[in-house]
């Protein structure tokens, strides 16, 4: 008998003390309920600030437990555990409170429903007037802020006054995962950079209360990479495109004769503002419903800028509607610098350049409305088109006019095709510009161009030998060429 | 310098923006971030641009008699109608003075609009539209049916802004876009004639394809149906593949001029 | 013969014709018949007259086109449709998702698009409320808003009266900014949508609980045709979010879309016949939707009809070029 | 003005009037102003009509729609810009009164003075108004190419450039491989599917190949770079027929759409 209470009390004290001296470190059930299901606990743990992203994240690898997949097959995920000091878990507490606060001295402020939570804490402030409240928030808004600043400071007081928290849940069978916080301050899942961390993985079984932590790892630091390796591909082909344009632009501005294939679109423009001239009826330039920020409606400047210029020199008349207000304040500078150049300051109206309206088919009627009563010898539509390409093409077609367009919405590539007399096709609206100017230093960067598309063509034939090869051949090294394509998002 | 300034502008903006996505840093992040939305905040600043154009047009083509001048009124109307739709809002279920204070801010800019296009009786029409703006004023001191504002706590609340969007915007809208489908078929009849290699096959392709689904063929419809999915899936994912590749490279050519200052043509100098 | 003469025998054709039809048709099919025979008789005689290139004036062609698309709607005539393998695939992508996944749907279109992708946005809202998933609705499109909440209201949740708002669905709205929007709610949907459409904080919804930007929802559709639209949320979310992207489009677009099918969109929805094959695989998969309003399928009888009509145009167009070429060469 | 326009302008006149009374009439059971309800239906369609007009050729009715349309729907997006950007996303940012006066919630990251930049740039925009000034307005349109153009630079040149030409390195002799084709699978036209695979990897990858070479421009198209262009846009025609087919389909959607409302919502014959 007494030997049976002795063993009790022993099992109870070994239990308390197990207990004891686990609190620091578990927060799963004290007394494992046999330890012989005990899962092996995974091996090697490392942990690391996450490559090259902006901080905030610490990716862990650990060799999989012996029970995961084999042995006794019982492991069922990974938890992974970070060490959190308690004023972390203090801050989202106190910024409900400043919510509160917050609400409670703005407008419109009504009592919480009785037993919630919001409710518990407007009893706490019940009694405040407006002064004392502004004075709490105020008071409370540094606390914050305050406690923020300090999280590096408790993170390093490890391990006192904390507690692990379970910060990501990874399968059986894996070996890694990140704990990836925000750099958001006023988040839950703000994670400072330049912490020191600690971390543990758990094995983890079918029932959840049988588990095995790994040994901790840390201290462990997240910062944030001041270059994207996964990105090495795309900066490659910016520094060999960039080298390739200033080669061909220094090359063209040395006098080298560049020779350019004629392209029908272009050369009817210079014909269409004669036959304009000669009919005594306007230009209608059209530069579409893109934005001032798309590179197909700054193409389409430039070659505004051409046409203005040769309508200023022949006195005819040019009509700008504009979709945008920001395309027809940059329109309006172009078409005013073309008429100054032109030697016309004059005949430049601020009309010539109008806004109409943001909405789509409400442009298109005003346009079309244009059209018909105007009767424009030539239409040219340049820049981004969407729907309304066929409804403006058409129109022209009906009154008449000359249709000139280009744009790189692929979608309306075939309705100007099929109304109109010349279209431009995709890049052929960005070499147009410097086809109209013949200037040797956009000819350059045609040139450019060019070496690109045969670079990439090369690339291509290469890359595809070299992925069928490594297929065939089983060709580890050929498929990483391949794979550096792959741009990491 | 009036010209330099801005090169320098969209050089430095455009190599960050370009740096940035190289450098994974927070604080290259945040840079980031405030410009795209400085950008959006500066473009909505232009929009007062575009209505004081719109206006100048308008009123211009009524002062020179254009063509269809006088529909210009309507124009402006609108506008200044669906902006006071868009600003006000009932409180409760009444009107009250609403549709008379519509009325007369309307009379107000049809007045001052004849004011700036008429030579003599300036006077007169500048005289009633000040009557008509007190009675305006009026109505906004002593009429508390409604007010001047739009959006509340439960979201959009102006019945009339909504009443103007379902039935004037989307009718003419829609219907504006439905015009297409009478013109996709006179385009068709009018461009699709075998006249040359190219233009035959841009016909037997579009056969092809409008014939895809349709019911009429017997045995041959699922054979259409093939045929045109993969003359969508092979052909044209290679002729699109090309022309991305081709127009993503003529923007990233014309990208890189803007940045580098050697296309000025957006700034009027090119 | 004289130009009377010719009236007289259209006149007495016409009669007999009629005749026929009253006499052979049950009273129901004589909408149709009648209109089917305005249709292809004015064909056929357009066509006869082609043989003497003549051209035809485009308001005639006008005239075809909508007595073709409005007959089949005052009296219809429907067909089966079979869903291809891009649209089965968005299908199976939702259908195998576990119930209580997030998706996000976003109407990117206008009033204008409204009747080509509006029945595909239906089919595929009723769908994920049907399946259990917590679907959040936005629009990247000032003109979407209210056509997001006016579907949302007057046809998709009529259905689903036990749905609750902020737990099983919400609609964040529009915001404007373009691919700017996207941009930023790849990385958090708070800072661009501080609150729903009915000024809900964002942190007090139930479903952004565990959802702090676009990368955390498990699936997402874009519905629309122009810009922005699927292609942005393509390259602007999709891509470096890493998170499945489906599209439907409006037939213009569908081919554009083609290039990022399968490795950057899962599955492409191409116009009113994707919408069509899509109503199909829900009412085959789902009872419950037996009732269900299929525009989708009720559109395709216009659709045949018209697209006859343009290609016996093209048809027509080309017999009045080679004749007219032979005439120019005599 | 013609007689015979005074008459189908008093027609209409009639038309409209007779279809506003029935319709208010048809709607009198339920509540709300239905005499107003009426008529915006009544409105809607014919605005319509009035566009459909359009095609037979430019007349008043037209004319009508097009400048309301112009007007409202300007009205409509300077109403939209200024509740969704200026006043939810700007204001919460630069100060709480105004943010309490629009009843915007605040933002969690609270006011931030950085926001005063674009709208001294949107003010700067704004100077081009002024005669004088309208230099400075170069500013902030630098500033917003710049941003864009980097912007663009990037994102073109990695989705549409890198990744495009990384898919079409696909394997063109080996059969084990599962990629795109998915969708190419659909294609067993013959009894090996496996054949036609092939043959459509071989379609694009030429396609790709040469459609290309025609977009080269510093080079003659002759010989066998000739062929190339030339085979190089004829596949580009053929993408372009069959897209054009495709989008039929669309298009009569929309105009279903539209009738639809005449016939169903106005009408109510279906």
Known sequence: ?489 | MKRQIPVVLVGLFGLFMIFQYFVPHESSEWIYEFLLDWTIIIGIFAMALGLWSLYRVSVEKIRTRKPAWGYNYLTLVGLFTMMLFGFTSQNGEAWGWFFPFMVAANLTLVMIIQASVTKGHRGLFLGTAGVCLAVCIVIIIFDDTWGFHFETAEGLQSTMFRAFFDNILIPIFATMFSLLAFFIASAAYRAFRARNVMATLLLLAALIVMLRFNPYFGPLSPYMSKASNWLMNVPNLAAQRAIIIGVGLGIVATALKVILGIERGYMGKG | MGKRHWILLGAIVAVIIIAAVLWLFPKERWGTVFSLLLVFGGLVALLLRSLYAKEVERRIIFLFILVAVAAPILFPITFTEKPTAVVQAVFDKIENLPSGSTVLLSFDFDPAMAPEVQPMANAISRHCLEKGHKVIFMSLWATGQALLSQSLSDYILLGFPDKVDGVDYVNIGYKAGNEGVLNVIVSNFEKMFPTDVNSVPLKDIRIFDDIASAKDVDFIMSIGGGMPGPKEWVLFVGDPGDVDVGVGVAAVVAPQMYPYYPAQVIGILGGVKGAAEYEYALKDAYPVFADMDTPGLRMMGPQTLAHIVILSFIVIGNIIYFRGRRERKQ | ?270
């Open chain 4, 1 to 270: 003005m013609k007689k015979s326009t005074l008459i189908v302008m008093a027609v209409v006149v009639v038309l409209f009037l007779l279809s506003w009374v029935l319709k208010a009439s048809a709607l009198q059971p339920e509540q709300g102003s239905y005499i107003l309800r009426g008529f915006l239906v009544t409105f809607a369609a014919f605005l319509t009509l009035a566009v459909m007009s359009f095609l037979y050729q430019d007349n008043p009715f037209y004319k009508f729609a097009e400048h309301l349309f112009v007007g409202v729907s300007a009205a409509f997006w300077m109403c939209m810009g200024f509740w969704t950007t200026i006043v939810q996303n700007l204001i919460p940012r630069l100060s709480t009164s105004l943010a309490d006066y629009f009843m915007v919630p605040q933002r969690p990251e609270g006011l931030n003075l950085f926001f005063y930049t674009p709208v001294i740039l949107g003010i700067l925009l704004l100077m081009r108004l002024s005669p004088r000034g309208g230099w400075i307005s170069r500013w902030p349109l630098a500033f917003i190419v710049g941003t864009t153009a980097g912007l663009n630079f990037i994102r073109y040149l990695r989705s549409d450039f890198i990744k495009q030409i990384s898919s079409t390195f696909v394997p063109l002799l080996g059969t084990q491989w599962e990629g795109i084709g998915p969708f190419l699978s659909n294609l067993d036209l013959s009894a090996s599917g496996q054949l036609v695979l092939l043959l459509s990897n071989w379609v694009v990858f030429l396609g790709v190949f040469t459609g290309l070479i025609y977009f080269f421009f510093s080079k003659e198209h002759k010989g066998a770079f000739g062929v190339g262009s030339r085979v190089g846009i004829w596949i580009l025609m053929i993408t372009f027929g069959a897209s054009f087919g495709y989008t039929v389909m669309g298009r009569i959607s929309l105009l279903v759409g539209r009738i639809t409302f005449l016939f169903g919502t106005w009408l109510e014959l279906i």
């Open chain 1, 1 to 489: 008998m007494k030997l049976k209470l002795f063993v009790v009390s022993l099992v109870v004290l070994l239990s308390f003390s197990i207990a004891f001296a686990q609190e620091d470190t578990l927060t799963v059930p004290p007394i494992p309920p046999d330890s012989a299901l005990l899962p092996a606990a995974v091996t090697g743990l490392v942990a690391k600030d996450t490559d090259n992203d902006h901080g905030h994240a610490i990716t862990l690898k650990w060799q999989p437990s012996a029970d995961d997949g084999a042995g006794r097959q019982s492991v069922a995920m990974y938890e992974v555990f970070r060490w959190v000091p308690d004023l972390m878990t203090r801050i989202p507490a106190l910024r409900d409170t400043l919510e509160y606060l917050k609400l409670r001295t703005g407008d419109g402020w009504s009592p919480p429903e009785p037993g919630s939570r919001t409710d518990s804490i407007h009893n706490v402030f019940a009694s405040l007037d407006d002064a004392q409240l502004e004075e709490r928030k105020e008071s409370l808004e540094q606390t914050i802020s305050q406690a923020i600043r300090d999280l590096p400071a408790a993170h390093a007081a490890y391990p006192e006054d904390g507690d692990w928290q379970q910060v990501a849940v990874a399968p059986a069978g894996s070996a890694t995962a990140a704990d990836v916080g925000t750099k958001e301050k006023d988040t839950p899942d703000y994670l400072p950079d330049y912490s020191d961390f600690y971390y543990r993985v758990d094995a983890v079984t079918a029932d959840p209360a049988i588990r095995t932590a790994s040994e901790i790892v840390g201290p462990v630091q997240s910062y944030g990479q001041w270059f994207n390796k996964g990105r090495l591909a795309v900066s490659v082909f910016v520094l060999i495109f960039g080298l390739l344009t200033i080669f061909f632009v220094q090359h063209a501005r040395r006098g080298a004769d560049l020779y350019v294939r004629p392209m029908a679109g272009i050369e009817a423009v210079d014909d269409a503002i004669g036959r304009a001239t000669e009919m005594g009826r306007p230009i209608l330039y059209v530069l579409g419903l893109g934005t001032a920020d798309m590179i197909a409606t700054i193409a389409s400047f430039t070659i505004l800028g051409r046409v203005a210029r040769r309508v200023a020199e022949y006195q005819t008349k040019l009509i700008v509607p504009a979709y945008e207000p920001v395309v027809m304040a940059v329109a309006q500078e172009v078409v005013k610098t073309a008429y100054y150049d032109a030697g016309r300051p004059d005949d430049y109206d601020e009309d010539i350049v109008f806004f109409v309206t943001s909405l789509q088919f409400a442009y298109v009627a005003a346009v079309n409305g244009l059209m018909l009563r105007e009767l424009p010898a030539t239409n040219v539509y340049m820049g981004k088109f969407f729907a309304e390409s066929l409804l403006l093409a058409e129109t022209g077609a009906v009154a008449g006019s000359i249709q000139i367009a280009g744009t790189d919405e692929i979608a309306q590539i075939p309705f100007f095709i099929v109304a109109c007399d010349y279209t431009l096709i995709g890049e052929e609206l960005y070499a147009a510009s410097a086809y109209l100017g013949r200037e040797p230093i956009l000819l350059g960067s045609l040139k450019a161009q060019d070496w690109a598309k045969a670079g990439v063509i090369a690339l291509a034939v290469a890359g595809l030998a070299l992925s069928n090869l490594a297929v065939a051949y089983d060709w580890s090294w050929a498929s990483s060429i391949v794979d550096f394509f792959r741009v990491v998002d």
